[in-house]
């Protein structure tokens, strides 16, 4: 059984009760909150491991409570998974560029959400193997979850995270965004190419004058510069 904790906010009483009722099934002990303000309280006081987040909320709405998480020291490394009735790809990318590791459209199967709660928690365990990797200015530190560059630690999601330690310990290799999102996502089914795009596009970012170490392979996917 899995005994982590998972935060659902969600003001709809019947599908909160549904994914609630689906989760405690699976061992998963769960904090219901119906509003963003609770939801960020909550996550602060309680840690969880994963936040199942709505994004039409009444006041403050799910992609605010996305921002506050992220941007606060202690809630920032709690994987997120968004979660809607919006469909455009638009929303979508501007959830996973907020931080989000995940988005999964209204209506869903609970089937389909344990399999990504699933993937998301498996690709946000720490490795227990300690192995350093660095390239130029970057530098990776699997064991610690850390990355830097020019000695300076940046902050990233555990997707994003999982993304450049794939790529870097395969220094000089193509890889397709299929297989980014069969191994770093651990799932491809209704998992668009935009969304490896996307979460190269924000690593980029932050990694600033590094940027460049992450490679676009055109018809392919993308690279890891070898140092």
Do not use: W
Not at 54 to 83: F, N, Q, W, Y
Not at 146 to 163: A, D, H, N, P, Q
Request: proline share 4%.
């Amino acid at each position: 059984m899995a005994h982590e904790k998972i935060l659902i906010v969600e003001d709809d009483p019947d599908i909160s009760e549904m994914i609630s009722y689906n989760l405690g099934r699976e061992g998963y002990a769960v904090i219901p909150a119906n509003n963003g303000e609770d939801a960020v309280a909550m996550a602060q006081r309680e840690r969880p491991a994963l936040v199942v987040l709505d994004i039409m909320l009444p006041g403050m709405d799910g992609m605010e409570v996305c921002r506050r998480l992220k941007e606060a020291s202690g809630t920032r490394h709690i994987p997120i998974i968004m979660l809607s009735a919006k469909s455009q790809e638009t929303d979508k990318v501007v959830g996973l560029e907020l931080g989000a590791d995940d988005y999964v459209t209204k209506p869903f199967s609970p089937r389909e959400l344990i399999a990504r709660i699933r993937a998301v928690l498996r690709r946000a365990k720490p490795r227990e193997a300690a192995e350093v990797v660095r390239a130029g200015f970057v530098e990776i530190d699997s064991l610690r979850h850390r990355v830097s560059v020019s000695g300076t630690e940046i902050t990233l999601t555990t997707t994003e995270f999982k993304l450049i330690e794939y790529l870097a310990q395969r220094p000089g290799e193509a890889i397709s965004r299929q297989k980014i999102l069969d191994s770093v996502f651990g799932y491809n089914s209704d998992v668009y190419d935009r969304t490896v795009d996307t979460h190269i596009k924000t690593l980029r970012k932050k990694l600033g004058q590094a940027k460049g170490c992450i490679e676009t392979v055109r018809g392919v996917g993308y690279r890891f510069r070898e140092a």
